[in-house]
T-cell receptor, first 112, second 116 residues
Framework: SQQGEEDPQALSIQEGENATMNCSYKTSINNLQWYRQNSGRGLVHLILIRSNEREKHSGRLRVTLDTSKKSSSLLITASRAADTASYFCATDANSGYSTLTFGKGTMLLVSP | DAGVIQSPRHEVTEMGQEVTLRCKPISGHDYLFWYRQTMMRGLELLIYFNNNVPIDDSGMPEDRFSAKMPNASFSTLKIQPSEPRDSAVYFC??????????????FGPGTRLLVL
């Protein structure tokens, strides 16, 4: 079963607006990652947040992690048409190096 | 670095034929992953290697699927015989396994497989 579940499944906004995507997971983790996938392409790593971190920034991206609620959010500020893509959260198991389990993603459409 | 390289990018074949997908990971990465992506099931891990050794192949759907990594710069995923339900996009990814980006995975562009 999927470890991470993104919400919403789809999001449509206008350029300049902020986009917020959420991810919930079930078991304890070492870290949580967010990836982006443009149509017809492979996934691209965006940001990693560790279980002892609460918030992390990278350019226009802001990620939060609430381990007590087993949830994370990805905020894209001042969105651009080029941000149109699917966004996935990925979690690992809380034991050494492990594989990632990906959610089914949020499809973001940013209209000019 | 050119990133993870996969070939072919597209493959159309008939049911029963053998399909071989190829991957060249990023040089110096210790881990290699094979994923399958479909609309219904999302992104599924099929198998992964550490230093060319298969670690976990529990995601391989059937004995028709096999994967090898003969050296650090090459891996193959083979389906024999192929079936229409194998139609999907297959991704290869690699990961350093150490250092500050140990857990970050770098994906190839994928192979879009259609089995008729």
């Amino acid at each position: 079963s999927q470890q991470g579940e993104e919400d919403p499944q789809a999001l449509s906004i206008q350029e300049g607006e902020n986009a917020t995507m959420n991810c919930s997971y079930k078991t304890s983790i070492n870290n949580l990652q967010w990836y982006r996938q443009n149509s017809g392409r492979g996934l691209v790593h965006l940001i990693l947040i560790r279980s002892n971190e609460r918030e992390k920034h990278s350019g226009r991206l802001r990620v939060t992690l609430d381990t007590s609620k087993k949830s994370s959010s990805l905020l894209i500020t001042a969105s651009r048409a080029a941000d149109t893509a699917s966004y996935f959260c990925a979690t690992d198991a809380n034991s050494g190096y492990s594989t990632l389990t990906f959610g089914k993603g949020t499809m973001l459409l940013v209209s000019p | 670095d050119a990133g993870v390289i996969q070939s072919p990018r597209h493959e159309v074949t008939e049911m029963g034929q053998e399909v071989t997908l190829r991957c060249k990971p990023i040089s110096g990465h210790d881990y290699l992953f094979w994923y399958r992506q479909t609309m219904m099931r999302g992104l599924e891990l099929l198998i992964y290697f550490n230093n060319n050794v298969p670690i976990d192949d529990s995601g391989m759907p059937e004995d028709r699927f096999s994967a090898k990594m003969p050296n650090a710069s090459f891996s193959t995923l083979k389906i024999q015989p192929s079936e229409p339900r194998d139609s999907a996009v297959y991704f290869c990814a690699s990961s350093p396994g150490q250092g500050p980006e140990a857990e970050t995975q770098y994906f190839g562009p994928g192979t879009r497989l259609l089995v008729l």
